[in-house]
């Protein structure tokens, strides 16, 4: 096989899919569970449990807790931890307005 030809199946291939990095699935499973209403509101996410869970280090389980506070799922508290985030009868209300602002246009 020549390097032309070569060059030409390879660039047949298709791309490989990003590779997700071990906080991102770990926020991902954490994220399955909060949704899927496994780990209630209120409920404290400690890193040394969840570390151990998952068999990741405790560094790891921080970043993923801080993607998940970045997309409003979980609360941190300095000195108090990370609890899955309670939503306030305002905050639904203001979903809801949002939905029925959004929803027609769709």
Not at 46 to 66: K, M, P, Y
Not at 97 to 102: I, K
């Amino acid at each position: 096989m020549t390097s032309s030809e070569l060059a030409h199946a390879l660039a047949e291939l298709p791309a490989l899919p990003p590779r997700a990095s071990t906080a991102e699935q770990a926020a991902q499973m954490l994220r399955t569970q909060i949704t899927q209403g496994h780990l209630l509101p209120g409920t404290k996410l400690r890193e040394e449990h969840v570390s151990a869970a998952l068999a990741i280090s405790r560094n790891t389980v921080r970043e993923a807790f801080q993607l998940l506070a970045h997309e409003r799922l979980v609360d941190h508290t300095p000195n108090r931890g990370v609890h899955v985030r309670t939503v306030t009868a305002d905050e639904i209300r203001a979903m809801y307005a949002t939905r029925r602002l959004v929803q027609p246009l769709a």
